[in-house]
């Protein structure tokens, strides 16, 4: 038995990464497209219950690889039971949501295989009988196709945010669950997790977040970050940012969106007193819902905006905050 189009679940203590779904939703798309179906691989220790989840996402199946040397995540675990995975199951195309994780481990798997990784996809698209992957380059600037030639498994990322999970297709019926059998006795893992230091546990991963409110230098000062900390609170949203307020250290690092930070995709992102320079723009140009308020009615914010407002921040934002505890 073999799979067309191979999705790689992402999980940490049984729990599932959001992304992992918007990958699907490009499977489930990739599929239509091309007449294939779409399966899940999780990679894990003890992940039956998480199995049995992913058995309702819309997939045909769910293979796994149940092994103590993929307890905790390595490269080298992950990279060692996915090459084995992939030569078993031969598919087409292999499908990853652009983490922090694939980053470092996809890279080590393609080597493995022989085969070219386009990563950090934003869409694809057919140029005749073609299919053609677009990623963007220059911080977003440019939009550049690449192809594959030759025979697959032909490996792909897509950035967090390209595809949204809430697209996912579900069916009536249950996709079944496939253990494997691997052997990793010869993967060698040259890393072990001792411990997580605290400072990893504290940080943020925005890309799981549902409502975002993000601020620029048009709050002017840090002491005016408390306020927007209460819109946040009102609204139920994390706190993010973008780079000159975390460069001044007015928020911590790992609140920064953009090139050089998360890139997100919630249902909800509020924009205060950020112009919206490229580098921010290809972090969050995938939300759902954008609203910006900037004083300055030609701020680039404002091209991708749902709802735009063009007023002083120290107006609105306490007007909203008001109206959102009253409701």
């Known amino acids: ?149 030759g025979d697959g498994p032909h490996l792909v990322s897509f950035q967090v945010g390209a595809f949204n999970a809430d697209n996912l297709e579900t069916s009536g019926a249950a996709g079944a669950v496939r253990n494997l059998s691997l052997s990793m006795d010869n993967v060698e893992i040259r890393t072990k997790v001792l411990d997580v230091f605290e400072g990893v546990k504290q940080e943020v991963d925005l890309s799981k977040a549902d409502r975002i409110v993000s601020v620029g230098r048009g709050v002017k000062k840090s002491e005016n970050i408390e306020m927007m900390k209460d819109l946040a609170a009102a609204l139920g949203a994390e706190m993010g940012a973008s780079r000159p307020v975390c460069d001044d250290g007015w928020l911590p690092l790992d609140r920064q969106v953009g090139s050089s930070g998360q890139t997100v995709a919630p249902k909800l992102y509020f924009a205060v007193g950020i112009s919206g320079a490229i580098q921010h723009i290809v972090g969050m140009k995938n939300s759902g819902t954008i609203v910006a308020i900037n004083k300055d009615p030609h701020a680039p914010i404002f091209d991708i905006a749902d709802y735009g407002i063009v007023a002083d921040l120290f107006e609105v934002i306490p007007e909203v905050i008001s109206a959102l505890k009253e409701s």
């Open 1 to 149: 038995m073999s799979v067309d189009i191979l999705v790689v679940a992402e999980q940490r203590d049984g729990v599932l990464n959001r992304s992992t779904l918007e990958a699907v939703v490009a499977g489930q798309e990739l599929g239509k497209q091309l007449g294939k179906e779409v399966a899940l691989v999780a990679l894990g220790k003890g992940i039956s219950s998480l199995a049995e989840e992913l058995t309702s996402k819309g997939v045909k199946e769910v293979l796994t690889v149940d092994d103590d040397k993929l307890s905790d995540y390595t490269p080298d675990g992950y990279a060692g039971a996915l090459q084995q995975v992939i030569a078993a199951e031969n598919p087409a195309y292999v499908l990853f949501s652009h983490t922090y994780t694939v980053r470092d481990y996809a890279p080590k798997l393609a080597m493995k295989l022989e085969r070219p990784l386009v990563s950090d996809c934003v869409r694809y698209k057919m140029d005749g009988n073609a299919l053609v992957f677009v990623r963007q380059v220059f911080q977003g600037k440019i939009d550049a196709d690449f192809t594959f030639e």
